[in-house]
C-alpha cells in the first residue's frame, strides 16, 4: 500500500502571499490530520477531518484552513503568510479518528515551506 | 485539553547503553499511546504504540510501558545502537487529535 504522500514537497513564497498544501491520505484512510512543525514548537496541530467534516481545530488564527474532499484527500490554505509560518507542514492519515479502538496515525513526508 | 508532558528533552547514552523517555498524560480517558522516532529531515515514523487494556508491549529492543493509574508511559531502548539516534516524541488522543510531547533528542555516543 502507498504512503501518505503530500505535494508539493518544497515551496518558497513570498510575505502576504496564499499557499495551497495537499496531502493524499493512506488508501482507505478516511481521518487526515495536520501539523505545524518548527525547531522550537515541536508538532503543533492544525486540524482534523473525518468525511470531510472537520472535528477540531487548533490554536492557529483563521489564516490556517482546510478542507477534505469526498475521496479523503485534504488541502490546507495559508492565506496573507507571515514570515512566522515558514516550517514544514505534516499531514496523517489514519483508518478511524484518533480515540477509536484500533486508531494508528502515518505520516507524510511534508511539505517545506519558507517565507521570504 | 489533554496535555502530554515528555522527559527528557534530550539525551546521550553510550552505545550498548539503555535509554528511558518518560510522559504523562492529563486525559484520563486516552486509550491509544504511539511513540514516533523522527530522522533528521524525515517523518516522524510510528515505532511501537501500547493500547489502554495492556500494561507493557516490547518489540525487539524497543518496549513501552503504561501505568494508567498514574497516567505515565515509557519507551524504553535496550542496547542503543548508532541509528537510534533521532527525536522521539510521544502521543496521546483527545478531542479528534494527537497531542504530542515536546520531543526527546537522543544521541548515542560510539
Known amino acids: 500500500k502507498a504512503g501518505v504522500t503530500q505535494t508539493p514537497r518544497y515551496l518558497i513564497k513570498t510575505r502576504g502571499q496564499q499557499v495551497t498544501l495537499s496531502c493524499s491520505p493512506i488508501?482507505?484512510?478516511?481521518?487526515v490530520s495536520w501539523y505545524q512543525q518548527t525547531p522550537g514548537q515541536g508538532l503543533q496541530f492544525l486540524f482534523e477531518?473525518?468525511?470531510?467534516?472537520?472535528?477540531n481545530k487548533g490554536n492557529f488564527p483563521g489564516r490556517f484552513s482546510g478542507r477534505q474532499f469526498s475521496n479523503s484527500r485534504s488541502e490546507m490554505n495559508v492565506s496573507t503568510l507571515e514570515l512566522g509560518d515558514s516550517a514544514l507542514y505534516l499531514c496523517?492519515?489514519?483508518?478511524?479518528?484518533?480515540?477509536?479502538?484500533?486508531?494508528?496515525?502515518?505520516f507524510g513526508p511534508g511539505t517545506r515551506l519558507t517565507v521570504t | 485539553g489533554e496535555n502530554v508532558e515528555q522527559h527528557p528533552s534530550t539525551l546521550s547514552v553510550q552505545e550498548g547503553d539503555s535509554a528511558v523517555i518518560k510522559c504523562t498524560y492529563s486525559?484520563?480517558?486516552?486509550?491509544?499511546f504511539p511513540w514516533y522516532k523522527q530522522e533528521l529531515g524525515k517523518r516522524p515514523q510510528l515505532i511501537i504504540d501500547?493500547?489502554?487494556?495492556?500494561g507493557e508491549k516490547k518489540d525487539q529492543r524497543i518496549a513501552v510501558t503504561l501505568n494508567k493509574t498514574a497516567k505515565h508511559f515509557s519507551l524504553h531502548i535496550t542496547e542503543t545502537q548508532p541509528e537510534d539516534s533521532a527525536v522521539y516524541f510521544c502521543?496521546?488522543?483527545?478531542?479528534?487529535?494527537?497531542?504530542f510531547g515536546a520531543g526527546t533528542t537522543v544521541t548515542v555516543r560510539a
Open positions: 496523517a492519515s489514519s483508518l478511524d479518528p484518533p480515540g477509536s479502538p484500533y486508531y494508528e496515525q502515518y
Open positions: 488508501s482507505g484512510h478516511r481521518s
Open positions: 477531518y473525518f468525511s470531510e467534516t472537520q472535528r
Open positions: 486525559d484520563s480517558a486516552s486509550n491509544y
Open positions: 501500547i493500547r489502554s487494556n495492556v
Open positions: 502521543a496521546a488522543p483527545n478531542d479528534y487529535k494527537l497531542s
